[in-house]
Structures are given as structure tokens and as C-alpha cells.
């Protein structure tokens, strides 16, 4: 079993995702402005999510370490606000430096992925599923956090395929 955390690190939110077994779902929105209280948050929304995912297990992981050791999360996915260019600029730079002490915390690698067309291809999704009104900011960011770990995975199925 392998699970991944997709982040999209905001300045004033982070959407969490996670992918299961290639199964990707929203896990929630963390506000905390420190990186220490952010990965604390997001291991609870990874907790929680996991108790969704699992309903029937009789004892589920009371910690993050207890987690990551039996559902096998063994990395943060990234997204990188590259320029429009492609460049790492002050933000990229930003997010790189948040994203490795958050990994660092909670003891996993970290990824990072093109976040530069992400939104859009969120916006898109909806518009094409037919989804009625505006995401809310929250709702946007944990989808933004799904869609990068679903191109992630597309990629390297590709580069392992």
C-alpha cells in the first residue's frame, strides 16, 4: 500500500489531499501560520481522512508515525508556483523552503510539481462536470491539492509504464 500528501501551499491556506492505493481524495484545508503548527494540522487531516477511507477498521492509527507505518505515506506531492517561464521565483522559493520543513516534520520525502496550469485545470473540471456555482476557496484548494497529485501520478505512470 502507498499513500501520498498533495499539498497546495497558500499563504493563508494549504489544501491536503491524499492518494490511496492511486485513489485520490480531498482531506481538508489547514490555516495554521507556522510550519510547526501546519504539519500538526495536516496530520490530523490526514488522520481524519484516513478514518473516512477506512470506515470498517476496528483500530485505526491513533498518531501520524502509526499512520505513515501502516498505510505506507511515504511523501509530500508539491505544487511549485513556478513563473510564467518556468523559473523559480520568490514564491517558488518560498513554498520549496515551507514544504521541506513541513516534510522534515512529519518524516517524509517531499516532491515538487508544476503548479503553474493547476487551477485552471480545476476550473475546467468543474465547468465541464457540470458542477453548479463557484467552489469556495477552501473547496478550491483541496481540489487544487487532488489535481496535483493526479498529474503527479499520471507522470509517473508514464515515466514507470
Given at each position: 500500500m502507498e499513500t501520498l500528501i498533495g499539498l497546495d501551499l497558500g499563504e493563508k491556506r494549504t489544501g491536503v489531499a491524499l492518494a490511496v492505493d492511486g485513489r485520490v481524495v480531498?482531506?481538508?484545508?489547514?490555516?495554521?501560520?507556522?510550519?510547526?503548527?501546519?504539519?500538526?494540522?495536516?496530520?490530523?487531516?490526514?488522520?481524519?481522512?484516513?478514518?473516512?477511507?477506512?470506515?470498517?477498521?476496528?483500530?485505526?492509527?491513533?498518531?501520524?508515525?502509526?499512520?505513515?507505518?501502516?498505510?505506507?505515506?511515504?511523501?509530500?506531492?508539491?505544487?511549485?508556483?513556478?513563473?510564467?517561464?518556468?523559473?523559480?521565483?520568490?514564491?517558488?522559493?518560498?513554498?520549496?523552503?515551507?514544504?521541506?520543513?513541513?516534510?522534515?516534520?512529519?518524516?517524509?520525502?517531499?516532491?515538487?510539481?508544476d503548479e503553474r496550469f493547476t487551477t485552471r485545470a480545476v476550473e475546467a473540471h468543474r465547468r465541464a462536470s457540470a458542477l453548479p456555482g463557484k467552489p469556495s476557496k477552501l473547496d478550491l484548494d483541496q481540489e487544487v491539492a487532488a489535481e496535483l497529485l493526479r498529474s503527479y501520478l499520471a507522470r509517473r505512470e508514464v515515466v514507470e509504464g
Open positions: 480531498k482531506a481538508g484545508t489547514a490555516t495554521s501560520p507556522t510550519e510547526e503548527e501546519l504539519a500538526g494540522e495536516i496530520a490530523q487531516l490526514v488522520l481524519s481522512a484516513l478514518r473516512a477511507e477506512y470506515p470498517f477498521e476496528q483500530d485505526h492509527p491513533e498518531s501520524f508515525p502509526e499512520a505513515r507505518n501502516r498505510y505506507g505515506i511515504t511523501r509530500l506531492v508539491v505544487g511549485l508556483p513556478l513563473t510564467p517561464t518556468g523559473r523559480e521565483g520568490t514564491r517558488a522559493s518560498q513554498v520549496r523552503q515551507r514544504a521541506e520543513e513541513i516534510a522534515l516534520r512529519l518524516g517524509l520525502e517531499v516532491v515538487f510539481v
